[in-house]
């Protein structure tokens, strides 16, 4: 069973805790609940940290005393509708194997048992510091990393400890893997990430790009596909599988994996050939138009067919209803960037709006704006409070430079894919991680034993996790969504903040552990007292509130200053940093043919490259990762069993040909192979996936671990996985 590592390795842990600090259970934490059953309850605000930590759906609860006992939408927030994850979080909260003490090891590295006992806040603070010091001091400040998981919430402070610590190898599970992928190829077009948008009522067409928010957007996303479609928007929907929003779609476009850069040609062609495309706003606003319209001769709607596997006739047709337009689109995708052509893939998509003028026009996708100096809190929250100069002056020094030059040279966050590597070059000595699992990677156990052969490693979560945590020195609680002040949630002008309880056993925020470990190792005025709050107020201030003043306008979100949504914003000179018009990019125009790829000869336009294929040995892709509903990576399952109830074991979408093909029914065990591995779930027989393709989530551990089966080899421009693209046989479980 999954959760069996960490409820077995929870037993270990709490053998070696004394009797006397035993951490109180969920049973008990009701208990008190119960006993105070006549104590009014009182109304709590917080966000969800279920998904991934980015729409920040509000959540309204009811508490008596400091126990919460219900939880529902929190109606006159933004993104106001729960899904299950956020109904779950309760249970995660209650869940008798939080982490609620900082422990320590006591066995050395690489025992079966790391024997971790509990240790005081100040002991390990103590620790932390005095090991950081010593490293800094012996190999520099850039030899230790800094590292946030999936948790976007605690980055800007951990960001900023990075900062005044003095070390620019920062990562996140962005740098890792995940959407940057595709805003690397954003940033490459436009100078700026732009991922599209929704409809708005002067749209006419849709283009979404291999993107199911049906499913990985629960607040609303497919309300408002649905409702375009019924006001007469015409859909194009990009994906490998038949999803529900694919099943909204006038036409559904669905390529072999990892083709999107020659089915993206193909449209483009048709539309360059008969004349559909904007050409004033290309001749005024496009760099490279000639050049990549002359690569995409080649991609008529036959050829294009053959290398993609879709008809011809759905080429042709997909161009002629996008360009009714205005048109929109949603990227907002993870899945094309992981695949070795993965950037290269995205960057075509985007090539097809700009081509026909689609870009921050009334009915098309308008850029982002926000509050001054606001670059989102899985970025840093404002470019001051982590200092982005400074990121971006030591960008040269970092070690992914040879790697990934592109990533290197556009990028503030460190890629550390190569980490292992440069465990054993010697050049990373320490690691400080805030919500890490190695799980992340592929070949995670090469990862896991890089962070054992460190000097120093410690990290701070909700859960003790053996697979990511057990060869840690010191592994600190971390508290909960309900229990913290930081970050805010930011929606354009509007913010939310939050009313929390007070955290379970010791557990303490992700900000609070960055600001006490900060004051320790660097100056203590740089980490506001160790306040989340004051440290909020410090951006809230600029934008014209406090987080008190907020507070008191709850259950009301907050009004702030900020730049004015506008279309058209390139031609007045508001995308560039010296307010002149056009785009932020090495050209001042739109790139199809990139300047920043050219610079490090890693090509111009976003070409086609043919991903790996299926082998007579291994004749099945399987897109490793795609999102089920009710369900996050690999932690939601264990942390809230109430979702395992709805998925108990690893389930892998199969073709009803490509099943009966091996004798697999519905429901039987099956085991996955190729060369790197095997990883063994049930077979669930659906047409959701074409013939030759298997999709599945990622995220299951044990024996059901699916990341054993991806290679390390990794897309030249961002340095991501191809978790996507891999190859294996299935066959019935014995
Ligand atoms: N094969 C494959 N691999 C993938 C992907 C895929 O699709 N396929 N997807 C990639 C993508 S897009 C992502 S986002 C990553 C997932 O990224 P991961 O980092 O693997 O994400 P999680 O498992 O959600 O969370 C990591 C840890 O953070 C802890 N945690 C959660 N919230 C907090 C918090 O607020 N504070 C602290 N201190 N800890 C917290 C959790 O308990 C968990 O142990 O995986 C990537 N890897
Ligand atoms: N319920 C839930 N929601 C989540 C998460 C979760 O774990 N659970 N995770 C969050 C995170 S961290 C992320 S990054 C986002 C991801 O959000 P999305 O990217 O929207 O989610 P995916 O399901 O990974 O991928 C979208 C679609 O891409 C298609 N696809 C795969 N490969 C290709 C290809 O080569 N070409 C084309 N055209 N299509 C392809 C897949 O079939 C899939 O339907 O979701 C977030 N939301
Ligand atoms: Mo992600």
């Given at each position: 069973m999954t959760n069996l590592n960490v409820t077995l390795s929870r037993r270990g842990l709490f053998k070696t805790i004394p009797i006397a600090a035993a951490v109180p259970s969920a049973a008990s934490m009701f208990i008190t609940g119960a006993a105070k059953a006549q104590e009014a309850e009182e109304t709590g605000f917080t966000i969800c940290?279920?998904?991934?930590?980015?729409?920040?759906c509000g959540i309204k609860f009811q508490k008596q005393g400091n126990t919460i006992v219900s939880v529902g939408n929190?109606?006159?927030?933004?993104?106001k509708l729960l899904c299950n994850k956020a109904l779950a979080t309760l249970q995660r909260l209650y869940n008798?194997?939080?982490?609620?003490y900082p422990m320590k090891r006591t066995?050395?590295?690489?025992?079966?048992?790391?024997?971790f006992v509990r240790c005081s806040w100040e002991e390990a603070l103590g620790m932390i510091a005095a090991n950081l010091k010593a490293i800094r001091e012996k190999y520099?400040?850039?030899s230790v990393l800094f590292f946030c998981g999936?948790?976007?919430?605690p980055r800007p402070a951990v960001m900023r400890l990075a900062r005044h610590f003095g070390s620019w190898h920062y990562a996140t599970e962005s740098s890792v893997a995940c959407r940057k992928g595709s805003m690397l190829a954003e940033e490459l077009t436009f100078g700026v990430e732009y991922s599209g948008g929704g409809c708005g009522l002067k749209t006419k067409s849709y283009l979404v790009i291999a993107t199911n928010g049906a499913w990985?957007?629960?607040?609303g996303w497919l309300n408002g596909v649905r409702a375009a479609k019924k006001r007469g928007v015409k859909i194009v929907v990009v994906d490998v599988r038949r999803t529900k929003t694919a099943e909204?779609?006038?036409v559904h476009l669905q390529?072999?994996?990892?083709?999107d850069a020659a089915l993206a040609a193909g449209v483009c062609r048709v539309l360059f050939e008969e004349g559909l495309y904007n050409k004033e706003f290309c001749d005024k606003w496009v760099h490279g138009v000639e050049e990549y319209r002359n690569y995409c001769k080649q991609f008529t709607p036959e050829k294009t067919e053959e290398l993609t596997g879709v008809p011809a006739n759905l080429v042709v047709e997909a161009a002629h209803i996008y360009a009714q337009g205005p048109g929109s689109f949603a990227l907002t995708s993870q899945s094309l960037s992981h695949s070795t052509n993965g950037v290269n893939n995205t960057r075509a998509w985007l090539c097809v709006p700009v081509i026909l003028g689609y870009v921050d026009i009334p009915g098309g996708a308008l850029f982002g704006v926000g509050p001054?100096?606001?670059?989102?809190h899985d970025n840093g929250l404002t470019k001051e409070f982590v200092d982005y100069k400074w990121f971006q002056s030591h960008k040269k020094d970092r070690l992914d430079k040879d790697f990934v030059p592109v990533w290197n040279y556009t990028?503030?966050?460190?890629?550390?894919?190569k980490l292992p590597e440069w465990v054993k070059e010697g050049k990373l000595k320490a690691f400080c991680g805030f919500?890490?699992?190695?799980?992340?990677?592929?070949?995670p156990d090469v990862y896991a034993e890089a962070i054992k052969n460190m000097d120093f490693a410690f990290a701070t979560d909700y859960f003790y996790r053996d697979i990511s945590?057990?060869?840690?020195d010191l592994i600190l609680p971390a508290a909960m969504n309900y229990e913290r002040y930081a970050p805010f949630a930011t929606f354009g002008n509007k913010v939310a903040v939050r009313k929390p309880v007070k955290p379970l056993g010791e557990a303490k925020e992700d900000w609070w552990i960055a600001f006490q470990i900060g004051a320790l190792v660097a100056?203590?005025?740089?980490?506001?007292?160790?306040d989340p709050v004051k440290a909020c107020d410090s951006v809230l201030q600029k934008w014209g509130t406090t987080y008190a003043e907020a507070q008191k306008n709850l259950p009301n979100m907050t009004v702030v200053k900020a730049q004015k949504q506008e279309p058209l914003k390139y031609e007045k000179g508001l995308l560039r940093h010296d307010g002149?018009?056009?785009?932020?990019t090495p050209s001042g125009k739109i790139e199809l043919v990139s300047e920043i790829t050219k610079k490090f000869n890693l090509?111009?336009?976003p070409e086609y490259q043919q991903p790996m294929q299926p082998t007579a040995q291994y004749p099945l892709k399987v897109i490793n990762g795609t999102r089920a509903p009710y369900i996050t990576h690999s932690k939601v399952r264990s942390d809230s069993p109430y979702s395992l109830e709805i998925e108990p074991m690893s389930t892998i979408d199969i073709n009803p040909k490509d099943a009966a093909a091996r004798g697999i029914k519905e429901g039987d065990k099956i085991v996955l192979k190729n060369q790197n591995g095997e990883c063994h779930g049930k077979a669930r027989?659906?047409?959701i996936v074409p013939p030759g393709l298997v999709g599945m989530q990622y995220g299951?551990?044990?024996?059901?671990?699916?990341?054993?089966?991806?290679?390390?080899?990794?897309?030249?421009?961002?340095?991501?996985?191809?978790y996507f693209e891999t190859c294996v046989e299935i066959t019935k479980e014995a």
């Open positions: 940290d279920n998904c991934n930590q980015m729409p920040m929190w109606k006159e927030h933004q993104q008798p194997n939080r982490l609620l066995n050395p590295k690489g025992s079966d048992d790391p024997g520099g400040p850039e999936d948790p976007k919430e990985s957007k629960p607040h909204l779609a006038d390529p072999r994996q990892g083709t001054e100096g606001y670059i989102c990028q503030v966050q460190f890629n550390p894919n919500g890490f699992n190695v799980m992340i990677w592929p070949q945590h057990k060869n840690l100056d203590p005025k740089d980490f506001f007292d160790g002149q018009p056009g785009f932020e090509g111009t336009y027989v659906s047409i299951w551990r044990g024996n059901q671990n699916s990341q054993v089966l991806i290679p390390r080899t990794f897309d030249k421009l961002s340095g991501y996985a191809p």
